[in-house]
C-alpha cells in the first residue's frame, strides 16, 4: 500500500546538491507491486499501474547504469592506483639509478686520480733511477777518458821508449861496425 509519508521522508536528489549517493527505499520491484486504494474519483487504475510499471522499469535500468559505474569507478580507480604505484616504483628506480650513476662516475674519478698520482709517483722514481744512472754511466765515461789518456801517454811513453832503445840498438850496431872496421884495418 502506498504510503506518502515515506516519500517525504526519503531524500531526493534535489534534496543533496552535493551528488553524494543517498539510498533510496523503494526498489523497483516495490514500484510493480504498489497498490493503491480506490477513491471516487481517483485516477485510473490501468493507467496508474502502467506508469508505475514503467517508472519501475526506468528506475530499474538507471541502477543497472549506476552499479556498472561504479564498477567501472572501480576499476579505474583501482588502474589508477596500479599505475599511481608503478609511476612511485619507476621513480625510485630512476633516483636509485641516478645515485649509481653518480657513484659509479665519482668512484672512476676517484680511480682515475688515484692511478694518475701513482703514474706520476712511479714516473718520478724512474726519472730519479734513469737520472742516477745517467750521472753514473758520465763518471764511468769521464773514469774511462782518464784511463784513456793514461793508456795514450803510457803508449807514447812506450813507444819513445822503443824509439829510443832502436835508437841505441842502432847505434851501438854502428859502433860495433864502425869498431870492426877499425879492428880489420888495424889488423889487416
Do not use: C, W
Not at 477513491?39 to 502502467?50: C, L
Not at 592506483?81 to 639509478?97: D, M, P, Y
Amino acid at each position: 500500500m502506498f504510503d506518502p509519508a515515506a516519500l517525504s521522508r526519503r531524500g531526493r536528489p534535489a534534496d543533496n546538491p552535493s551528488g553524494e549517493h543517498t539510498s533510496m527505499n523503494v526498489s523497483p520491484l516495490d514500484l510493480r507491486q504498489q497498490r493503491f486504494r480506490t477513491a471516487m474519483r481517483g485516477f485510473d487504475k490501468v493507467e496508474v499501474t502502467s506508469f508505475l510499471v514503467a517508472v519501475a522499469d526506468d528506475y530499474e535500468q538507471a541502477l543497472r547504469e549506476t552499479d556498472r559505474l561504479r564498477q567501472d569507478v572501480a576499476r579505474m580507480e583501482e588502474a589508477l592506483s596500479e599505475h599511481r604505484n608503478a609511476e612511485k616504483n619507476l621513480k625510485q628506480t630512476l633516483i636509485a639509478a641516478q645515485r649509481l650513476a653518480d657513484d659509479i662516475k665519482a668512484n672512476a674519478e676517484q680511480e682515475a686520480v688515484r692511478i694518475i698520482r701513482d703514474a706520476e709517483a712511479r714516473s718520478a722514481i724512474i726519472l730519479e733511477k734513469t737520472q742516477a744512472r745517467l750521472e753514473d754511466i758520465q763518471r764511468e765515461i769521464d773514469g774511462l777518458k782518464l784511463k784513456r789518456k793514461d793508456v795514450e801517454t803510457m803508449v807514447e811513453s812506450t813507444i819513445q821508449t822503443l824509439r829510443n832503445t832502436l835508437e841505441f840498438v842502432r847505434d851501438q850496431e854502428i859502433r860495433e861496425r864502425d869498431e870492426k872496421t877499425v879492428l880489420r884495418k888495424v889488423i889487416g
